[in-house]
């Protein structure tokens, strides 16, 4: 095992936020991850998986912990499914079966995580989320043992998948394909849209907070408040799309938390609506 110290989080993250790491290692095989998660629990140091670090907030501090970077990232198309690795880029899933003319995943293209992170968080767009698609994912415990969960084994809710409960490393996904000669087309307006709502050129995590209600934006709601271009240290309120803060000046993790307390206390305020935040703070120590 190849493990490294010191490792800087904001390298890791699409925020471009974080301290270092005290341990980091990169799993390429499930073996790795295996060994890598073993390791931590006879040091007893927590350990956190990460994927391309795109709903990941890092503190300014960095983790006291072991990252376990996973890196798995094989796909094999066949006819009704894909199998990917859980390491390899959902948005790339997406364009290459569109491309191949299967739909199921059009979704995903635009999305800057890993399959894993995907399942994991249950991401979404366009009406559909991974739930939606998967059939199976392979999940390695903190015991070292691997299990298949079957879709139907599995709870997903809005952005909550049941891996949220657990502490292990998801492997790999299996989603379902249907041939639709349509879906390249379809996938290519996905990201036509994406790319004239949303800040992409910037460093961010995404929506920063989680819509109210199918029917209630997050992004409205700050918007309507005069939120947009609120400024907190280098940390700035997307001009583009309100449910974004953009890391325009090497903002540091306490400016992001204090923009987001101050959106939440002003939405509050104005609107009588909490709310909550989509990305994930990841402490220090846990
Ligand atoms: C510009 C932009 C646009 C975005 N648009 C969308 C969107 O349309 N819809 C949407 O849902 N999200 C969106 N996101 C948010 C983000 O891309 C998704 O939540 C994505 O699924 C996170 O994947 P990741 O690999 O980056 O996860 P990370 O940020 O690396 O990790 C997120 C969480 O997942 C866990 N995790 C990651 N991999 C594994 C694994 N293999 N096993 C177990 N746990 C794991 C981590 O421990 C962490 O708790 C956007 C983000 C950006 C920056």
Redesign the pocket.
Known sequence: MHIQRGKLLSEL???GIGGPARYYIEAKEPNTAREAMQWALSQQIPV?????????LFDDRGYDGLILH?KIDFCEIAQDSVYAG??YS?SLLGVQTARKGFSGLE?AS????????????????NGQ?VKDALLEAL?LGLDGEERLFLRSDLEFSY?FSS??KLR????AARFELKENKEARQSQLKIVEY?LKT???KEK????IFRNPSPSLSAGALIERCGLKGSVLGGARVSEMHAN?IVNEAKASCTDVLALIQKIQETVAEKSGVRLEP???K?PFDE
Do not use: D, H, W
Not at 48 to 56: E, P, W
């Open positions: 993250s699409t925020f956190f998986i990460l994927g391309k670090g795109s709903n990941s996973n859980a390491g959902f979704f635009g999305i800057p995580g890993t399959v894993g992170g995907a399942v994991f968080m249950n991401a979404g767009a989320e999940y952005r891996f949220q292990g490393c998801i492997l994406r949303q800040p992409y961010s995590a995404g929506c974004f989509e990305v994930r990841v």
